[in-house]
């Protein structure tokens, strides 16, 4: 595995705000590296039965996911940031954590869908 590439973990919360509507809220934003890999074959097909699109995977070490539900990454080459969300996660060994992803924006922000705290 090879750890060059760096993407930003975001954890997000939902809660109501003082109408009663539903906001999400930016908790915290951490830098790791990670490894990133194109979706195996199985986990695309599996993902399409259950009416999602995995689109990237990220290896993550055990050590720095806390269950973060957002991902920002910049492709090599690339102007903007894409914005992944987490749709399953799970570890093999106990010490990488691999990372489904499905795009959720692209070009963007985050900030685009969610107010920073």
């Given amino acids: 595995m090879l750890w060059r590439d760096v993407a930003t973990l975001i954890k997000v919360e939902s809660a109501p705000d003082s109408d009663g509507y539903?906001?999400?809220t930016e908790?915290?934003?951490?830098?790791?590296?990670?490894?990133?890999?194109s979706v195996r074959r199985s986990e695309f097909y599996a993902a399409q039965q259950a009416g999602m699109?995995?689109?990237?995977?990220?290896?993550v070490r055990a050590a720095d996911y806390e269950g973060e539900t957002l991902?920002?990454?910049k492709h090599p080459g690339a102007d903007e940031i894409t914005v992944y969300s987490?749709?399953?996660?799970?570890?093999?060994n106990g010490e990488i954590v691999e990372l489904n992803c499905s795009l959720d924006t692209a070009p963007g922000s985050v900030a685009?869908?969610?107010t920073s705290v």
């Fill in 22 to 24: 539903t906001v999400e």
């Fill in 27 to 37: 908790t915290s934003r951490r830098e790791v590296f990670v490894d990133v890999q």
């Fill in 53 to 59: 699109t995995v689109a990237l995977v990220f290896n």
């Fill in 71 to 73: 991902i920002e990454y």
């Fill in 86 to 92: 987490v749709v399953r996660s799970f570890t093999k």
């Fill in 112 to 114: 685009r869908r969610i």
